[in-house]
């Protein structure tokens, strides 16, 4: 049995654009970090033992600890598929439904994502699901909607510990290839850093979320008051931050006939202190989740169920 | 004075990406045509004169045949500005308000664009004002609503020969971006021709049109029913395509308070038949304006208010 300082498994959440990996004490105790950008793109099929190794090795993981992972490296295009399980689907048994990735020296398993077969609303996740279980133990029973924002925002409503729906919404990538390739990006140019306290994302949003018309309807507005109002960069950057995420919301209430109160926000840096204002204005209120903390916990919970925690496969 | 069959008046269309120029006869019927690919984006300032005197040359102009331009060689970035005229405005004014420009041997004149000042709803346009009234000769007085699909298509109001006011959505560019650079290229692949007739096309146009729920709802719909239900590239293009067509109906109707009823619809070719279905499915009665012909229209008639169809500026 591993000790206190000592690595008892390594956990990892390996998504599109970026890869972390923590070695985990007994008790789940951070032994050690590591952050680098060999995401799902960067990390062709049969780079992902290489890439995972060489961060271990790093970290001076010993050569037999087990490792949990979640997110993109169980999509078909990943490393080992570890097939959707499917909503409704309650977190706790999700962790038997990992996979074990084959022709590895190491016990390596991969969490499954979850899919809505729904055909109206078909819908996938892939990470988050580990986020929620981590969550999940401290919202207690009873319901609850979450919001996970990112690149695909995900909005989910979660009973008594089951995953009953969820809806993703594309608002991290929109602002990303409208304010990089879009005529937007004329009026934007390089500032897309947005500050949370920004008066250019309070109006846009609180327009977006209090006087809810289809953002299709507002988009080209900020092109327009560039030129015809001199909106300067770093406010139009502000404002379609602003108009996307007041959108998701407005959406999301609408989607889940949610009119305020109670919300769960995963989030950490950054994304937390947008996604905080602009829940605020909606009337919504937040009881916040550290999504890094969230994740480590609910690859713990996975380690946990599979005896590795204890130690049993620390070296 | 020209004779019938010699060049009174050349006209061109310049827009963002694309530049048509036709010469006109002094009864305003096309004695030549081109059409190439040097829209603004690929002119820069101090090219616009070489690039129009070589299409010119090639086209066999007269060296002194006048030119009338409509379109973002207009624009700040163009190739002389031609400040925009404030709607409302009559479509009969802004042919006087079209400019010279400066330092060429030809008399050659660009007509200026329309901005909505509006604080809460700004908005331009450079080159449908002109595609208007060449439409509004065949509209007669009364109120028209009035799409122009595109990159950036256009719905405007049309009073008695007035624009009173109008409203973009970045549809086109919309279906660009995401389909070349989001998550959606995944599933959609090169598969960006849309036929309207597809029952992709149809099935989320429809859903879109008859049941609207906010758009960024329904994006990431297509990339899990690639994922879920085995959407194929073809059908993936269709549905993005017409999601995002019938958004933008669905946002006109409620923006402009329409029920249906008759609309004009200014459009040519591809972009005429996936409107055409898509305005049928949302209970619209269209009258189509060939585009081509409306801007050619349009040009001709500030050629006719500055007197050049009569040949005073023909050589």
Same mark, same amino acid.
């Given at each position: 049995m591993?000790?206190?300082?000592?690595?008892?498994?390594?956990?990892a959440d390996w998504g599109t654009t970026r890869l972390r990996v923590w070695l985990l004490d007994a008790a789940g105790n951070v032994f050690a970090e590591r952050r680098s950008d060999e995401g799902l793109l960067s990390a062709q099929p049969d780079r992902f033992g290489d890439i995972l190794e060489r961060q271990l090795?790093?970290?001076?993981?010993?050569?037999?600890?087990?490792?949990?992972?979640?997110?993109?490296?169980?999509?078909?295009?990943?490393?080992?598929?570890?097939?959707?399980a499917t909503v409704p689907v309650s977190l706790a048994e999700i962790f038997g439904a990992a996979v074990s990735v084959p022709r590895t020296k190491r016990d390596i398993r991969i969490v499954p994502g979850l899919a809505q077969r729904?055909?109206?609303?078909?819908?996938?996740?892939?990470?988050?699901?580990?986020?929620?279980?981590? =969550? !999940? *133990?401290?919202?207690?029973? &009873?319901?609850?909607?979450?919001?996970?924002?990112?690149?695909?925002?995900?909005?989910?409503? +979660?009973?008594?510990?089951?995953?009953?729906?969820?809806?993703?919404?594309?608002?991290?990538e929109l602002f990303s290839v409208l304010s990089a390739q879009s005529?937007?990006?004329?009026?934007?140019?390089?500032?897309?850093?947005?500050?949370?306290?920004?008066?250019?994302?309070?109006?846009?949003?609180?327009n977006a979320v209090s006087a809810p018309a289809p953002v299709e309807t507002s988009l080209f507005r900020i092109r327009a008051a560039t030129l015809l109002h001199g909106l300067q960069p770093a406010d139009a950057g502000a404002a379609l931050s602003g108009l996307l995420i007041g959108s998701e919301i407005a959406a999301a209430k609408a989607r889940f006939a949610l009119d305020g109160g109670p919300l769960v926000l995963i989030a950490s840096g950054a994304m937390h202190a947008l996604y =905080? !204002? *602009?829940?605020?204005?909606? &009337?919504?209120?937040?009881?916040?989740?550290?999504?890094?903390?969230?994740?480590?916990?609910? +690859?713990a919970e996975t380690a946990r169920y599979f005896g590795m925690m204890t130690g049993e496969g620390a070296a």
């Open positions: 591993s000790k206190a300082g000592e690595p008892a498994v390594a956990v090795g790093d970290m001076g993981a010993p050569a037999t600890l087990p490792v949990i992972i979640c997110g993109m490296a169980g999509s078909r295009q990943g490393w080992a598929e570890a097939p959707y729904d055909t109206a609303a078909p819908d996938v996740m892939r990470g988050e699901e580990t986020q929620l279980a981590g =969550a !999940a *133990a401290s919202l207690g029973f &009873g319901r609850h909607f979450v919001c996970m924002p990112g690149t695909h925002s995900k909005w989910v409503e +979660l009973v008594d510990g089951t995953v009953t729906r969820f809806q993703t919404f594309m608002t991290g005529i937007l990006s004329h009026s934007i140019g390089t500032e897309t850093k947005v500050a949370a306290d920004r008066p250019a994302f309070i109006d846009w949003c609180r =905080a !204002a *602009a829940l605020g204005l909606a &009337g919504f209120e937040i009881k916040t989740v550290d999504a890094d903390d969230a994740v480590r916990a609910g +690859l």
